[in-house]
């Protein structure tokens, strides 16, 4: 056998190989997560279709109070903090990592405030 051809039989094995692995850890993946799910709901005594009734009363609550919120001129949207939106040079982000509290409020030694 040439050794064009060994090689080409040894990816092909090694390919065999990784997809037996992958789809092993795929496997005992979905069990870890069927077995800690499963736990969960007796620790909890729900039933999967009660803790579906239940996600979906949480989404159906969630979906009211925007829609309230919209009609009585309070749906703005909240806004997250986004390290890339500061530079460098904003006093307040430096305080994060300066050990500050990150609200202006540092003592000259650096300590928070309340410290």
């Known amino acids: 056998m040439s050794v064009a051809l060994q090689l080409a039989a040894a990816e092909e094995i090694a ?7 992958a789809s ?3 496997a005992e993946g979905e069990a870890i997560y ?3 799910l499963e736990s969960l709901l007796a620790s909890t005594g729900w039933t999967p279709r009660a803790a579906e009734e239940m996600a ?4 159906r609550a969630h979906v009211r109070q925007m829609r309230w919120a919209r009609e009585h001129g309070r749906g703005e949207p909240v806004r997250c903090f ?3 939106e500061y530079d460098e040079g904003d006093d307040a982000f430096d305080a994060l990592f ?3 509290s990150g609200y202006g409020w540092d003592s000259p ?3 928070g405030a309340f410290f």
């Open 56 to 59: 979906r009363e949480e989404q």
């Open 82 to 84: 986004d390290a890339e």
């Open 98 to 100: 300066d050990g500050g």
């Open 15 to 21: 390919t065999e190989l990784r997809l037996a692995a």
């Open 109 to 111: 030694s650096g300590g």
């Open 24 to 26: 092993e850890d795929a």
């Open 34 to 36: 069927r077995a800690t």
